[in-house]
C-alpha cells in the first residue's frame, strides 16, 4: 500500500521569561525535559559580572567513579505534591506529609552525586553565592548557599541522580535522569519515608525559594523543585551588598537614615558597572539591565573613577546619596557622594531605603516613593490557657502613624496604640485586625484564628466503619472539641496507646468486638471517651473480590483473572453461546491449578470471533453468568481507547468517575477490546488503589478483554505485571489491524529497535498506543515529548501508522501531523485540568473538562476506521463535582480515518482529471498573482495541467488500490 503523506509543520516559538518581585513566589510546575535524559553536566563558576571563574564537564560514569556515591540504589526517596482541597493553612502545607506524597510523585531508589561535591570541581562556593540547577530545556531552579552546604536533615543533600533501580537503571535509560533529588531523613513522614514534603519546604528553604503548583489556586508542591534532565550546575558570587557609612553590611534603613552600596570580590584594574535603581528591576549575570519602568537613569562608573552622579526621574525619586567605590589599580574601597539635582536629600519620614534582591548572585537596595502603608504583626504568643494576656507587635512599613487594633475582628476599635497587649477570658480561635494609616493611605491586615485561647477539652471521635470482615482497616476521626494538641488512641481499650496520631488508621487483623478509647489533651487538661463495643470484625467470607476481567485474547485463547477474599482454586467454567444457549450448562472447564487469592485461568483452543458464557467457581461458591468474544481473523472490528482513570481521594474515588465511563463502555455492543494507555491508578504499589479501579470497573472488565500500557503512576511495579500479566512493551493483532503498545517512561532507545521490527506487518491497519504523548496544548508540556518524537515518530510515518492514541493530559485533544491521527484520551477519570488558549502545530481540536471515550470501528471493506469520541459526563472547574451526565453514545465528534485515496485524488473518483482541481481554489484555467495560492505548484499565476503533473499521476491516468 502506497500513500503520500503531506508534510505540513509551521515552525515558530515564543520564549518569554518573567522574573517576580513579590512577597509571594509563584512558579509553574516543571516541564518535564523534552530531550533524552542527560547522561552529562557542565559546572561553571561566574564571578559578580558573570566573568568565567572555571568549568568543567563530566559524564555520570566519571561521577561514579570520582566522586563519594550517594545512596545505594536500594533506598527510596519521595516528594510531595499539591494538598488540592486544603481549607486552611494545615491542610494547604500538610505538615503531618501524608497526601499526595508516593501517589503523586515518586523518586524511586536512586544513586547519584551530591551537588556540593560537583561545585567544588570548580573552586565551591561560598557564603553569599547562589547556586542554579538548569535542564536540558531550560527549566530552572535557583538555591542558596545553604542549601547546598549546609542543608538541613529535613531537606536533605541535593543529589544529581545518574541511576535509579526502579525507573532503568543507568541514564540514558533512567529517564528522568540526571535528576535532582533531596535526599530527605525520615524524621516527619509518619511511615518513616524519606520524603522531601511541603512543609519541609517551608521550613528549610527561604520563602523565594518555595515552589508553587497553580491551577486557578496556589497549591505548595516540592516535587516542582525537582529538576530532570540536569545540564548545567552554575554557581554565581554576590556582587553589592547595602552597608552603613563604615562599609558594613546592614539590611534595613530607617527613614532619613544614610544608605550605601559596598562591592565584593571586584578584581583590581577591572571595570565595573554599578546598579542602583528606584524602581524594581531585574539584573542578569552577565551585564543585560531590563529596567522595570521607563524614565529611570541608572549608575554606571565615572570614566574618572572620581564621583557618581545621578539624575531623578520626573516623579522625584531619588536614590542613596553615597556609594562605596573601588579603586581599580589599588582595589581600595572609598566612600563617594553621589550629587542628586533637584531633589533636597535626607527629608525625615519621606523616603525609606530598602535592602532587596534583584536576582540570583545579585543583591542591591531601592529608595522608595512616597506610599500608603503596608500592614502587618506578630504577638509574642498565639496559643495558651485562659486568661491569655498577648503582646502585640506593630511591623507595618512605610511607616504609618496610627493604628487601629481588632483583637476579636468584630468591627470595633480596642487599641489605638503601635505595639498593645490584651487579655483573652474566654476559650476560643480569635480572628486579629490591625489597620494602620499614613499621609498617604491607610492599608489592613486581618489574620483569621491567629489567637487560640483553650480549656479543657471534650474528647469525641467516629470511625469510618464500624464492622466488617477481618483484616478490617478502620479510619478514626478526631472530633474532639476545646481544641487539644496531643491525642492517645487505645483501639482496644487495653491499656496501651496504639496511636498518637490525630485521625489514626487501624488494622482489626482478628474476629472480634473492640472497645476504643480516645484521650485528648490540651494546655488545660485532660479528657477521654470510651465506646464500648464500638468495632466488630467477622471471619471473612468467600467472595469475589477483584473481577473477573479479561487480558490477552487472540482469536484461540484468552485468560480469565479473578482475585478472591480468601485462597482457594478456581475454576472457569465455559461455553459457546450456541451450546449455553441450547444447553443452559458449560460444558468445557479450565483451572490454574494453585491455591491462591490471584488466579489467572488461560482458555485456550477456542474458536475465532466466537462468544462463550462462563462463570467462575471458587471454593463452595460460584458466579453470575459472564461472556466473552474471541478475536477474529478479519473483518469488522470494534474497540475502546481510554486513559487516565485514577482517583483523587479525598476529593473524588474511581467508583464516582471512572466507573461513569466503564459503565458507558459495558453498554457498547460488540466491543472486542478495552485499551488504557496508562495511569490505571494513583499508586500501582497499593492494593487498596487497584480494590478501587476493579471495583469501578467490574461491569465493564467482565465481559471485555482489556489490555494496558504502563503509565508513570504504574512506576514500573511488580503488582501491575502480576495483576495484567503483560510485558513491559508489546503488541497484538485483532481483525485486520495491528496494535503496538510501548512503554514511553523508560527503556526508549531499546525499544526503537524492536518498533522497527514489530511495526514490519502485513496487516493493513496500524495503531501505536503508550502514555506520554507526542503532541499537546498543555500549558506546562507545551509541544509534547520531543525526545518521543526523535526516537519513534520517524517510524511511524516509514511503517504507515494510522493512529497513535496517548493520554497523561487530561483532556481530549486531537493532532493530525503527516497524516497520522494522534488523539490523547486523558479523560477516563482523573482530575481534569485546562489547556492552553495556544494550541501546537497540527491541532485539530480538544474537548475540557469532560470524561469521555473513543470508540473505534475498523472497517476493511469500505478502508476506514471510524473513531467516535463519546461524551460521558462535565466535571466543575475545580474538580468537585460532576455538573452533566449525557445520554448514552452522546458523540462529540467523529473521525474518519481513510486508506488507499492519495492526497491528489480530491473526489475519490479514482482517476487524475479537472475535478481533482476545481476544488482546490481556482477554477480550471482562471489565473492569478503567481505564487498566491498554494494550489499553484508550480508558482506560474494559474491553475492549468501542469499543476496536477508533479502531484503523482499524470493527467488523465487512473489507478487501481
Not at 487 to 507: C, E, I, L, Q, R
Not at 802 to 815: C, F, I, L, P, Q
Not at 864 to 876: G, K, P, Y
Amino acid at each position: 500500500m502506497n500513500r503520500d503523506r503531506t508534510i505540513g509543520r509551521c515552525l515558530g516559538g515564543l520564549l518569554v521569561v518573567a522574573m517576580v518581585l513579590s512577597l509571594l513566589p509563584v512558579f509553574v510546575a516543571p516541564t518535564p525535559a523534552e530531550a533524552a535524559a542527560t547522561t552529562s553536566l557542565t559546572v561553571t563558576k561566574y564571578d559578580a559580572h558573570g566573568n568565567v571563574l572555571g568549568t568543567q564537564t563530566v559524564d555520570y560514569l566519571w561521577m561514579e567513579a570520582n566522586l563519594p556515591v550517594q545512596s545505594d540504589g536500594a533506598v527510596r526517596y519521595y516528594c510531595q505534591g499539591p494538598t488540592f482541597g486544603a481549607t486552611d493553612v494545615n491542610t494547604l502545607w500538610n505538615p503531618s506529609e501524608d497526601v499526595n506524597v508516593g501517589t503523586f510523585d515518586r523518586y524511586g531508589s536512586p544513586k547519584g552525586t551530591d551537588v556540593k561535591d560537583l561545585c567544588d570541581l570548580v573552586g565551591g562556593a561560598t557564603a553569599g553565592c547562589t547556586v542554579r540547577i538548569k535542564a536540558a530545556d531550560n527549566f530552572q531552579k535557583w538555591f542558596d548557599y545553604d542549601d547546598v552546604y549546609n542543608p538541613e536533615p529535613r531537606q536533605g543533600k541535593l543529589v544529581v541522580t545518574w541511576y535509579n533501580s526502579d525507573w532503568g537503571g543507568y541514564v540514558p535509560d533512567y529517564g528522568a535522569g540526571m535528576r535532582l533529588v533531596f535526599y530527605a531523613d525520615t524524621s516527619t513522614n509518619p511511615d518513616s519515608w524519606h520524603v522531601f514534603g511541603d512543609w519541609d519546604m517551608h521550613d528549610t528553604l527561604p520563602e523565594s525559594r518555595w515552589h508553587y503548583y497553580y491551577d486557578g489556586n496556589f497549591w505548595p508542591s516540592s516535587s516542582g523543585l525537582s529538576v530532570q534532565m540536569v545540564s548545567n550546575i552554575d554557581i554565581y558570587e554576590p556582587n553589592l551588598i547595602s552597608c552603613d557609612d563604615s562599609g558594613n553590611a546592614k539590611d534595613s534603613f530607617v527613614p532619613g537614615e544614610t544608605a550605601y552600596v559596598k562591592g565584593l570580590g571586584l578584581a583590581a584594574s577591572t571595570s565595573y558597572n554599578l546598579w542602583v535603581q528606584t524602581e524594581p528591576v531585574v539584573i542578569i549575570p552577565g551585564g543585560t539591565l531590563l529596567p522595570g519602568a521607563s524614565g529611570h537613569e541608572y549608575l554606571t562608573d565615572d570614566p574618572s573613577g572620581a564621583q557618581e552622579t545621578i539624575t531623578t526621574d520626573a516623579s522625584g525619586d531619588f536614590i542613596p546619596t553615597a556609594i562605596w567605590a573601588v579603586d581599580l589599580a589599588t582595589a581600595t574601597p572609598t566612600k563617594y557622594d553621589i550629587v542628586a539635582d533637584s531633589q533636597a536629600l535626607g527629608t525625615i519620614g519621606k523616603y525609606e531605603a530598602k535592602d532587596f534582591v534583584d536576582a540570583p548572585g545579585w543583591q542591591g537596595f531601592r529608595v522608595a516613593s512616597p506610599s500608603a502603608p503596608d500592614a502587618a504583626f506578630k504577638a509574642d504568643v498565639v496559643t495558651g490557657v485562659a486568661p491569655l494576656t498577648v503582646q502585640f507587635m506593630d511591623q507595618s512599613t512605610e511607616n504609618p502613624t496610627a493604628w487601629a487594633w481588632d483583637f476579636d475582628n468584630d468591627g470595633t476599635v480596642d487599641s489605638t496604640t503601635q505595639h498593645p497587649s490584651h487579655t483573652y477570658n474566654t476559650p476560643g480561635a480569635y480572628a486579629v485586625k490591625l489597620a494602620v494609616t499614613n499621609p498617604y493611605g491607610s492599608d489592613s491586615e486581618v489574620k483569621t484564628s491567629f489567637i487560640r485561647v483553650v480549656g479543657p477539652p471534650v474528647a469525641a471521635f467516629a470511625a469510618d466503619v464500624v464492622s466488617g470482615t477481618a483484616p478490617l482497616i478502620v479510619q478514626f476521626t478526631d472530633q474532639s472539641t476545646g481544641g487539644p494538641d496531643t491525642w492517645a488512641w487505645d483501639f482496644n481499650n487495653d491499656g496501651t496507646v496504639d496511636s498518637t496520631a490525630k485521625d489514626p488508621k487501624h488494622t482489626y487483623d482478628a474476629a472480634g468486638t473492640y472497645t476504643v478509647k480516645l484521650t485528648a489533651t490540651n494546655l488545660a487538661g485532660s479528657d477521654a471517651e470510651v465506646k464500648t463495643d464500638y468495632i466488630t470484625a467477622t471471619v471473612p467470607t468467600m467472595a469475589l473480590l477483584w473481577g473477573p476481567y479479561i487480558t490477552g485474547t487472540t482469536t484461540t485463547a484468552t485468560v480469565v483473572n479473578v482475585k478472591t477474599t480468601l485462597s482457594t482454586t478456581v475454576t472457569v467454567q465455559y461455553a459457546t453461546e450456541a451450546e449455553f444457549t441450547s444447553s443452559g450448562t458449560y460444558n468445557l472447564s479450565a483451572t490454574d491449578g494453585t491455591d491462591a487469592q490471584l488466579h489467572h485461568v488461560a482458555l485456550s483452543g477456542l474458536d475465532a470471533d466466537t462468544v462463550y458464557h462462563y462463570r467462575i467457581v471458587y471454593g463452595t461458591e460460584s458466579s453470575a453468568d459472564f461472556h466473552l468474544r474471541t478475536f477474529p481473523d478479519s473483518g469488522p472490528v470494534n474497540f475502546v481507547v481510554l486513559s487516565d482513570t485514577q482517583d483523587q481521594l479525598p476529593l473524588f474515588s474511581q467508583s464516582e468517575r471512572f466507573k461513569l465511563v466503564a459503565d458507558s463502555i459495558a453498554a457498547q455492543p460488540d466491543i472486542a477490546f478495552v485499551l488504557i494507555d496508562g495511569n490505571l491508578v494513583n499508586d500501582a504499589s497499593d492494593l487498596a488503589n487497584w480494590d478501587r479501579f476493579f471495583a469501578a470497573g467490574r461491569a465493564m472488565l467482565a465481559n471485555t478483554t482489556v489490555y494496558t500500557a504502563l503509565g508513570n503512576y504504574e512506576g514500573n511495579d511488580a503488582l501491575y505485571y502480576d495483576i495484567f500479566g503483560l510485558p513491559e512493551y508489546y503488541s497484538f493483532d485483532c481483525g485486520d489491524a495491528h496494535f503496538t503498545v510501548l512503554d514511553s517512561n523508560m527503556n526508549i532507545s531499546a525499544q526503537t529497535t524492536w518498533l522497527d521490527s514489530d511495526l514490519d506487518t502485513s496487516k493493513a491497519w496500524k495503531f501505536v498506543a503508550f502514555h506520554h504523548p507526542l503532541y499537546t496544548s498543555d500549558p506546562n508540556h507545551f509541544g509534547g515529548w520531543a525526545n518521543l518524537r526523535s526516537a519513534w515518530e520517524g517510524l511511524f510515518q516509514t511503517h504507515g501508522v494510522d493512529a497513535v492514541w496517548n493520554g497523561h493530559m487530561h483532556a481530549y485533544e486531537r493532532y493530525l501531523e503527516d497524516g497520522i491521527q494522534y488523539l490523547v484520551m486523558g479523560t477516563g477519570g482523573a482530575p481534569l485540568y485546562p489547556l492552553g488558549e495556544e494550541k501546537y502545530d497540527g491541532y485539530q481540536n480538544s474537548l475540557e473538562n469532560s470524561l469521555a471515550l473513543a470508540k473505534a470501528t475498523v472497517d476493511p471493506a469500505a478502508e476506514t476506521t471510524t473513531v467516535e469520541i463519546i461524551r460521558v459526563a462535565d466535571v466543575s472547574a475545580d474538580n468537585a463535582e460532576v455538573t452533566t451526565l449525557y445520554p448514552q453514545n452522546t458523540v462529540f465528534e467523529t473521525v474518519v480515518i481513510m486508506q488507499g485515496q492519495p492526497a491528489w485524488d480530491l473526489n475519490g473518483d479514482h482517476v487524475c482529471n479537472i475535478c481533482d482541481v476545481v476544488v482546490m481554489g481556482l477554477h480550471w484555467g482562471e489565473t492569478g498573482d503567481p505564487g498566491w495560492i498554494p494550489e499553484d505548484v508550480n508558482n506560474d499565476g494559474v491553475i492549468d495541467m501542469l499543476d496536477v503533473k508533479v502531484i503523482g499521476l499524470h493527467w488523465g491516468e487512473t489507478w487501481e488500490e
